[in-house]
């Protein structure tokens, strides 16, 4: 079948399904935004992909503008646009849509809607409990036009959805509320390109070059939006000056590193070493360089986000730190599996007495990597999940009652 899958992140799992079900003799076209900041998978063509395999960045000509609200708007209005004109000339038999903010979204679905062709709704965040919790509080009674149109609008794209692909259960219940059958919901949690990323040596190249081969590192890597607390980290390295073997280094780039830029300069945190986001293929040593590594996300992202960097985490085989709501499904799989430690992101006190007994317990922090990676070799499985992706895209494809059917 032709299948595009269009992932507006870039991000490293998405392109490796991709790629898996054009080994499998589709021909698919995967697509993803240029304009985003954010870390990013493989996304050029590899010499062992499959022939019928395309990959390609659709650009709307500008930065996303992530925090001008208005601009956001019309850009996302005319991104939507580019790619529902990228999928008119693929013309598949069937889409996959992941990461799509609504207004993209609406455009591409109207285009599927017109060309007869069904499309999956693979969700990765809920973008309307994200605009009620920030805008909301941000603005208070004069959002609620903003938030009735974007619950109006997701709830929309997800009731015409042919399958709605859910990365956690815990969204179900609020798919129910928008009127989205159970038999359209499948859950597949999120996973991360595992032969992509194998556990590295400390000592590496990447380590030597920034001078981290001899120290002990606590890393982040990833976005740091609204829904992530930079304090966290610049209070993490405040905590360890005392300790001239230790340094906190968080790739990154936007407003949270801004803010480390500007913690560094005026507290004299020389301990935190601040880089710009790195290659996909430098990511290993990245990781490897790492004795224990970095997530948060606000209390209030909770309910709407997973997210994927602590699946990448375990990958790389090395003890989690994670300061998220316990209830969040990164939080619950951290605590079950014991990859790391979990600490209430409110709970400021709590957080650094978890890093401080990382630091401190060096065979512990091996223990907890090396279970880190067996989860991921357990779970991250690829043929598994590609199989799974086929059975759903197959019930999708089918005519409405066959959907039925196949769907019980």
């Not at 968080?250 to 801004?258: R, T």
């Not at 059975?391 to 959907?403: M, N, V």
Request: aromatic content about 8%; proline content about 7%.
């Amino acid at each position: 079948m032709r299948v595009h899958l269009h992932d507006y992140s870039g991000h490293p799992f998405q392109v490796q399904l991709a790629r898996e079900l054009a080994r499998r003799g589709n021909a698919v076209r995967h697509t993803f935004s240029t304009a985003v900041q954010t870390p990013r998978g493989a996304l050029e063509r590899r010499p062992d992909d499959a022939p019928d395999f395309e990959v390609a960045g659709i650009d709307p000509g500008e930065a996303l503008p992530k925090y001008s609200y208005l601009r956001r708007f019309l850009h996302e209005r005319r991104y939507g646009a580019l790619l529902a004109a990228d999928i008119e000339r693929f013309r598949p038999d069937i889409a996959i849509l992941s990461n799509t903010p609504p207004d993209a979204f609406a455009g591409a679905a109207r285009t599927l809607a017109r060309l007869g062709v069904p499309y999956v709704f693979w969700l990765q965040d809920v973008y309307t409990e994200a605009i009620q919790r920030i805008v909301g509080g941000r603005f208070g009674p004069l959002a609620l036009p903003v938030i009735w149109r974007y619950r109006a609008l997701e709830g929309g794209l997800l009731r015409g959805a042919a399958r709605v692909v859910a990365i956690t259960g815990d969204f179900r219940p609020l798919l129910h509320q928008w009127g989205v059958p159970d038999q359209r919901i499948a859950t597949i949690e999120n996973w991360a390109p595992l032969d992509e990323l194998p556990p590295g040596p400390r000592d590496n190249g990447f380590a030597v070059e920034h001078g981290l081969a001899d120290r002990t590192v606590a890393l982040y890597a990833g976005t740091l939006g609204l829904k992530h607390n930079p304090e966290l980290l610049a209070g993490l390295a405040e905590s360890a000056r005392d300790r001239p073997d230790v340094r906190v280094v968080v790739i990154s780039e936007g407003l949270g590193a801004d803010y480390l830029a500007e913690a560094k300069r005026t507290r004299g945190l020389d301990n935190l070493l601040l880089l710009p986001f790195q290659p996909f293929s430098r990511l290993p040593d990245v990781l490897a360089t790492a004795d224990f590594v970095v997530a948060i996300l606000e209390p209030e992202a909770g309910i709407y986000s997973v997210p994927s960097k602590v699946l990448t985490y375990h990958c790389a085989g090395r003890a989690l730190l994670a300061a998220m709501p316990a209830a969040n499904l990164a939080a619950r799989i951290v605590t079950r599996e014991r990859t790391g430690l979990v600490a209430d992101p409110g709970d400021t006190p709590g957080f650094l007495a978890a890093a401080r007994r990382l630091l401190d317990e060096p065979v512990e922090r091996g223990h907890m990597g090396a279970r880190a990676r067996a989860y991921a070799e357990r779970t991250f499985d690829i043929a598994a999940i590609a199989d799974r992706f086929e059975q759903i895209l197959t019930a999708s494809r089918a005519p409405s009652g066959d959907r039925q059917a196949n769907n019980k």
